[in-house]
């Protein structure tokens, strides 16, 4: 790749700055703004020839506890809720002090990016915390989903953007949509045709816009390498085998590892067979920081996410996974092992519903529930399709039916008679509307997902009875890793001795992620990992400094 600069001034010194940012997702590019809005002359350097990362390509929601959006509309929170909620759901991985910054300096994150970026949020009411048992969880309100921005205004920079592929729709319209054959495509066309972004592209591209605006200088195609110190502190990084001096410090924000196979092999709990992330999350920042004696945490950890691979499915070459969410969710689907047995909640979050992939057999030493299959009737794809599928249409290689279920299950290789004893009792539980083995549809989260129409007693459950029958492979997947470098409540990077390593700040997935071993809500990646990125960027900016002696002493 060859570096490309955007936003540089005539006669400007390319290599002298007094920030330096390493990748353009949302973390990097809001720490980017903070600190250029207080006077810091600033430069993002980006792996990938376009802008904006893992994030841009996300569903774009922000978990922000107590924060302004749902208290305007009546919604109860408290920050000792939050708390409670985020240190269970963390499993003791992160640091209370780093939690108490995330609580508190989360609502003033998001006034902030309203005033200065123009990026402003809706509240999902009624979009509960993915934990709904645990206590201090709330039955909505603390998921935000990011208001359309018009890309237009973006003007050359518009073209370095990273796309969405999919049309611009919310994620609350998508959850009152319910599935793609109920989406008013013309309506999605013409926001497209109008230049609107939606998700997390109307996350990225104000805070791109804004950035550009307050005088960052933008670099892509230009991958980091190494670190700069002078006399113990921080004070450059080296892209592309350009020298970039950053005087104040540098912000380390470039994804997690999901794209490297070795770190992967070696850290994650699991295996990771999916991901969907552009394939630039290599661990650069965790290695680079380890070479300066940074501290590790949370490295078994990821984002999981029960995934199909669809082949062709490409991002610059690299092979996708796609993530399932209502095609295992809805009513009158499944999810069965290599026995034909189900062994999991279908209906519960991503993360923790994928932790049942990871399970071993004792005997055997191999992963108990692998390969698993997504099954499904034809009254499922006649009400909602599946991916890309359309009842009707001609049978895609990944997809397998059959007439019967014993048919299906022959296909795939199961125990004769297995599945059908499966659907058989999985059935009885949906005419019932209680699911007595994994108690599927039993909290509201659960229910957020279902569907009344179909008419069975509880919405997350309906019976497979009309053939043909189909099944989807599905794999443990991640959006990405979320384990790394150990920062303290200012963002700051620690070494192994826990002391704060001088001019040097981490946020997002290349840290040990606030949300811990858990995810707490939709938007538990972005809302934590951008409230830390806005904490770094007051840092350096020295608009909110405190000395790390005057903290210690």
């Not at 060859?2 to 005539?10: H, K, M, V």
């Not at 018009?150 to 049309?167: I, K």
């Not at 795939?412 to 019932?432: D, S």
């Not at 002391?499 to 071993?517: D, M, Q, R, W």
Request: hydrophobic share 40%; with cysteine; aromatic share 8%.
């Amino acid at each position: 790749m060859t570096a490309r600069y955007w936003n540089l001034p005539d006669g400007a010194d390319p290599t002298a700055f007094d920030v330096a940012v390493v990748g353009s997702g949302a973390a990097g590019l809001l720490g980017a703004l903070v600190a250029a809005r207080a006077g810091r002359r600033v430069i993002v350097v980006e792996k990938a020839d376009l802008f904006g990362g893992t994030s841009a390509i996300s569903g774009g929601t922000l978990w922000v506890a107590n924060n302004p959006y749902m208290r305007a509309r009546g919604l109860e929170d408290s920050p000792e809720a939050a708390l409670r909620y985020l240190s269970e759901i963390t499993r003791g991985h992160t640091a209370q002090s780093v939690l108490r910054a995330v609580i508190e300096e989360g609502p003033t994150m998001l006034d902030w990016v309203a005033e200065n970026a123009g990026l402003t949020f809706t509240s999902v009411d009624d979009y509960p915390d993915y934990r709904p048992d645990v206590d201090g969880s709330v039955p909505g309100g603390r998921s935000l989903d990011p208001s359309f921005f018009d890309s237009t205004t973006l003007g050359p920079l518009r073209d370095a953007l990273r796309p969405d592929r999919r049309m611009p729709f919310t994620m609350q319209e998508y959850e009152q949509w319910v599935a793609f054959t109920r989406f008013p495509w013309n309506l999605l066309q013409e926001r497209f045709d109008a230049g609107l972004v939606s998700r997390g592209n109307a996350v990225v591209a104000p805070l791109l816009k804004a950035a550009a605006d307050a005088g960052v200088v933008l670099v892509s195609g230009a991958g980091a390498e190494r670190l700069v110190t002078t006399e113990g502190r921080v004070t450059g990084v080296v892209a592309e085998g350009i020298t970039v001096t950053a005087t104040t410090g540098v912000l380390l924000a470039c994804g997690g590892f999901e794209w490297n196979d070795e770190m992967t092999s070696q850290f994650l709990a699991g295996p990771l067979m999916a991901k969907c992330s552009p394939p630039y999350n290599t661990g650069d920042g965790i290695r680079m920081a380890q070479r300066l004696g940074a501290k590790l945490g949370n490295m078994r950890e990821a984002f999981w996410a029960p995934m199909s691979v669809i082949p062709g499915d490409l991002s610059e070459g690299r092979q996708l996974g796609t993530l399932l969410r209502f095609e295992r969710q809805g009513p009158g689907s499944i999810i069965v092992d290599k026995h034909g047995r189900r062994f999991v909640n279908e209906s519960q979050n991503y993360n923790d519903m994928t932790r049942a992939f990871h399970a071993v057999d004792p005997v055997h030493h191999d992963f108990a529930h692998m390969p698993a299959h997504i099954i499904v009737d034809d009254e499922y794809m006649s009400q909602y399709g599946y991916l890309t599928y359309r009842s009707g249409d001609d049978v895609p290689e990944w997809m397998m039916r059959d007439d019967t279920v014993e048919g299906l299950a022959a296909q795939i290789g199961l125990p004769a008679g297995a599945l059908t004893a499966t659907v058989e009792r999985f059935n009885a539980f949906a005419r019932a509307g209680v699911d007595e083995d994994f108690d599927r549809g039993g909290n509201d989260y659960d229910q957020y997902w279902g569907d009344g129409d179909r008419g069975y007693p509880n919405r997350s459950l309906a019976p497979l009875t009309r053939g043909p029958y189909y099944a989807v492979r599905v794999v443990p997947g991640a959006f990405g890793t979320n384990g790394g470098i150990v920062t303290d409540e200012t963002a700051a990077a620690l070494d192994v001795d826990g002391v704060p390593i001088p001019g040097l700040y981490a946020a997002g997935n290349t840290t040990a992620h606030p949300s811990g071993a858990g995810y707490p809500g939709a938007g538990g990646t972005l809302g934590p990992g951008l409230t830390m990125a806005f904490i770094a960027g007051r840092e350096l900016a020295g608009s909110h400094h405190k000395t790390k002696e005057a903290t210690r002493s």
